[in-house]
């Protein structure tokens, strides 16, 4: 259920090392100008590729998101009755 390794090893590839956050020099190790290249030319020859690629990016986003909020509730809450059992 670790779905966004994966997608999250792609997105960085495509974007390390193209001055998003960062100097271009500094990401070059895990950066990926093929895989840039390509994901270009699909995405201009192929829109409706592209529009599914994207939604598929941010609906594991999102579900990440929620996940990761809900991993903290999670031990927040934990924390918390852990703080509660020692204080008794």
Do not use: Y
Not at 17 to 24: I, L, P, R
Not at 66 to 86: G, H, L, P
Request: aromatic share 10%; net charge negative.
């Amino acid at each position: 259920a670790r779905l966004w390794i994966p997608i999250s090893n792609i997105l960085l590839r495509l974007i390390r090392g193209t001055g998003f956050g960062e100097h271009a020099l500094q990401g070059a190790e895990c950066s990926s100008p093929a895989l840039q290249n390509m994901f270009s030319d699909v995405s201009l020859s192929n829109p409706p590729l592209f529009s599914i690629f994207i939604n598929s990016i941010f609906n594991t986003l999102n579900w990440t998101i929620t996940e990761f909020s809900v991993s903290m509730k999670e031990i927040k809450e934990s924390m918390s009755t852990r703080q509660v059992a020692t204080d008794l």
